[in-house]
């Protein structure tokens, strides 16, 4: 008998000044314990065990891009209120990550190998299997899964509705954040693995040898080899990944998930999908960039936008002058967040996900938090919490209270109802069509919520081609 009181351990990641920097640390809350290469593990909320009865069962996939991150990093990843609020059950996971989950290995490791680049989402559907067999025992329905993940968690989920042993393992699926089109090439995670290997000062006789090393020693070795790549390569573009993360390798991921076209795997899969408004407010930390000019926004978004964007260069002013006039009377830095938190991505998923018969439903929320005065805006992972019921545990997300719970109420409904039936509606939100490309139907959350066409449409066909 294991004593279900603690989480399982976090799967290996560079844990070097996790706390560093006391913003993010305040703010988000992590929780980080024992990091360990025993980290297969997943955590169960449910209001019953063994009861006969059949609860849709949601499965939460976490953040952090595919290096980094917990089931239980923030709070708002509890899910014991949501299990109680909707009679559900709520399952997350660990699984492995980094160049320990998508390392590919194969160009220099051949058939032993051939899988190495996707073994962390082999991870996730290993975890969807233990689902299937083991679930009924805790109340849940195994022919009623809904795959959920945030960010990171998003791309993963994207990247689980292309695997073909992951169909049929769930039946519907939420991107918050995560829109991801496109997955590793092979040809460059193939250099990147062989780059790891010689990093770590083994020929291709020698690879077995990486599994014996100190986990420490292999990321150390795998980040020069990084390193090495993208010196060699440069920066990557919004649709190319040259970094540790699944890889379209033919076999495992036949395709990139959503291009040119979503995979056929997800053809009877409903989608929903939901970005933030500011995602990362560039003067959240930094009160000084409250006060700086729209010329100014437009020399910074030359050169970078959002977590990983390389700029828009000498088409910047005139994605920021498409902007400030959908949004008029907004600050400039409220103009520079937007432009840097753009759907692009977000809205090319839903085109590609509204071709295939199974509805997408697409929301954009816009809740601003009454944190550093302001500055937060509706940042990356905020929605979160309000999606599970679990404002008033997040505190430093939301300051709790009656405001966001109410908002949360709403959400949580509309996502059970989607859980329940595919479709979000009754679950307290207005009417909520399903997204299609030629009216692009948005859900804008808000203490007010409505749906609106197309809301940045204008001002997000400025933006570059993807």
Not at 15 to 35: E, G, Q
Not at 38 to 59: E, Q
Not at 93 to 101: A, E, K, M, T, V
Not at 175 to 181: E, F, K, P, T, Y
């Amino acid at each position: 008998m294991r004593p279900a009181l603690w989480w399982g351990n976090s799967a290996p990641q560079n844990m070097d000044n996790r706390y560093a920097n006391a913003f993010p640390s305040f703010r988000d809350h992590w929780n980080y314990d024992d990091v360990s290469e025993d980290c297969l593990r997943l955590n169960v909320f449910t209001p019953a065990v063994k009861d006969g009865k059949k609860r849709p069962i949601l499965f939460w996939i976490h953040g952090g891009g595919f290096v980094n991150g917990n089931a239980i990093e923030q709070d708002g990843y509890n899910g014991e209120n949501f299990a109680r609020l909707g009679d559900a059950v709520f399952v997350s996971i660990n699984h492995r990550l980094g160049p320990l989950g998508y390392c590919h290995l194969a160009g220099v490791g051949g058939e032993k190998y051939a899988a190495s680049g996707n073994v962390g989402m082999l991870d996730i559907v290993a975890a969807l299997e233990w689902v299937r067999d083991n679930i009924a025992g805790f109340g849940g329905d195994p022919g009623n899964v809904t795959i959920m993940g945030q960010s990171g968690g998003g791309a993963k989920v994207c990247t689980l509705t292309a695997m073909p042993s992951a169909k049929g393992l769930f039946h519907k699926a939420v991107v918050q954040s995560g829109a991801a089109l496109r997955m590793g090439d092979k040809a460059i995670n193939e250099k990147l693995g062989a780059y790891v290997l010689s990093e770590a000062g083994l020929t291709a006789a020698e690879i077995d040898k990486l599994q014996e090393m100190p986990w420490k020693t292999y990321l150390a070795a795998a980040a020069k080899a990084q390193q090495k790549l993208t010196q060699e390569l440069g920066p990557s573009g919004t649709g190319v990944r040259r970094y540790f993360n699944p890889v379209v390798d033919g076999l495992i991921l036949p395709q990139d998930p959503y291009h040119p076209e979503a995979a056929s795997t997800a053809a009877a899969v409903p989608m929903l999908i939901c970005s933030t408004f500011d995602e990362q407010s560039p003067s959240w930390a930094d009160a000084s960039l409250e006060n700086v000019t729209m010329a100014d926004v437009v020399e910074k978004v030359k050169v970078r936008t959002g977590f990983f964007g390389t700029g828009f260069g000498d088409k910047a002013k005139d994605v920021v002058a498409a902007y400030a006039k959908a949004f008029p009377g907004r600050k400039p830095v409220e103009i520079w967040s937007l432009v840097s938190a753009h759907r692009q991505t977000a809205v090319a998923l839903a085109d590609a996900k509204s071709k295939q018969p199974a509805p997408v439903y697409v929301a954009w929320f816009g809740w601003q938090p009454p944190l550093f005065d302001g500055r937060a805006r509706a940042f990356h992972c905020l929605d979160i919490c309000f999606w599970f019921d679990n404002t008033d545990l997040m505190l430093t997300h939301t300051g709790g209270g009656a405001r966001p719970r109410r908002l949360a109420r709403r959400m949580a409904g509309s996502l059970l109802q989607f859980m329940r039936t595919g479709s979000p509606n009754g679950g307290g939100l207005p009417s909520w069509p399903r997204y299609t490309s030629a009216k692009g139907e948005t859900m804008v959350l808000d203490d007010v919520s409505e749906v609106r066409n197309d809301p940045d449409g204008d001002a997000r066909r400025a933006l570059p081609a993807l």
